[in-house]
């Protein structure tokens, strides 16, 4: 069910599950995106950004590091 699937940000690591997945300015669809993540790409939760159906992530490390928001529905928990 989709509630089994929203994962909390302690799990930390997450797959994006949708083909195509606009990582938001801001926890709202209409938010501007920063990047577009890809199906299998892999995000980490930033710790304590959860509003709503929202999750706080970040994509990729280092310089090439974005952070934005994404809906927790299409985000599946990776086994630590």
Do not use: I
Not at 47 to 73: F, I, L, Y
């Amino acid at each position: 069910t989709y509630l089994a699937r929203v994962a909390d940000a302690s799990t930390r690591q997450f797959r994006v599950e949708a083909q195509r997945l606009a990582l938001r300015l801001a926890p709202d669809v209409n938010a501007g995106a920063v990047v577009t993540l890809l199906h299998g790409d892999v995000v980490n939760a930033v710790a304590g950004a959860e509003q709503g159906h929202w999750m706080g992530v970040q994509s990729g490390s280092g310089d090439n590091a974005k952070r934005g928001w994404v809906p927790t529905q299409w985000l599946l928990p990776l086994a630590n």
